[in-house]
């Protein structure tokens, strides 16, 4: 196996999409909030946020990784930066944030590469302590009191949010990461195979190292534009975010055991779990059975790799037992 087949990631499962345009299609028919087009640009702006964090657990995950901790790392960089651009300026905090990011995704990446904490529990840790640290800042929530910030969010160019352009940005680069460079070559062949990861000379620490502060990054991309969305930030923000995010990514496409994804499939599904979001909320109902529908959705995402398996495995059983009966049915005397 050459080495382009041996790092090239299935981009052809696009099940996600199909689900999307049926989905979309049914509620145009049915429910006229889906026939304006503020509402599809709310949908595209709300989605923004989760894909962008998508983007980065997407790099987690194909190394067979994740982060429960982007939450937490949501709220202390949305606290940090509301407390800071009083201070320092609106482009100096988003630039201190940002690193804050980044130092935050390596210290989970040490955790894990070079303690050798596993991904759960070290995520699990530092999204306590995230948090923790989160209310230790500022204990109440604060109000976004720079007006151009508070609204850059909101804006748009033409029709399309501008958080959607951002975010289309970052899935961009976060592409050309994960196809085109060394580093995604390496994050590929992690989550394939440590072994033979580490027999290719790649070096898992430095790269694991590097997925989480990349991870770190997007985070807080996301954590600055869902500020200026709010218009405020507090320690208790975005709780839970953790499973929506890895739901997104798991129902694109991407492999929780590693070696395979898709941030195309990510964007996608994250589009469609606000849309659900939203069709749940128009129909009215019940905050409770919400929440029931999406623990469903939950467990299918996690259970979406051996349903696949399941049944490709079906389908080449079927097709060898027809191949065998062929056979026979042609062999001479039969």
Known sequence: MNNKNRFHIDYSDHGIVYALIIFLLILAMTNENFRAMPFYQNIFRQSSFNAICGIGMTFAIISGNFDLSVAAQVALVSVTLTKLMPVVGVLPAILIVLGLGVVLGAFNGILIAKIRIPAFIATLATQ???RALAQLIENTPIVVKDVGFKH??????????VPFIIMTGIAIIG???LRKT???????????S??????????ISWTLIRIYMIVGLFTACSAIMLTSYLGSSNFGMQIGLE????SAVVLGGTALAGGKG???????AAIFLVTLKSAMDTWGLDSSW?????????VVAFSITTIRTTFNIGIIKYRSRKNLRKRLRNQPGS
């Open 194 to 203: 440590h072994e033979a990861a580490k027999i290719s000379g790649i070096s």
């Open 243 to 246: 499973f929506t995010v890895i």
């Open 175 to 177: 592409t050309i990461i």
């Open 290 to 298: 919400q929440r029931v529908l999406s623990g469903v959705i939950l």
């Open 262 to 268: 898709s941030i195309f499939n990510t964007i996608v």
């Open 128 to 130: 306590l302590g995230y």
């Open 182 to 192: 060394r580093l995604g070559r390496s994050i590929i062949a992690i989550g394939n």
């Open 152 to 161: 850059f969010s909101l804006a748009k160019v033409g029709i399309v949010p």
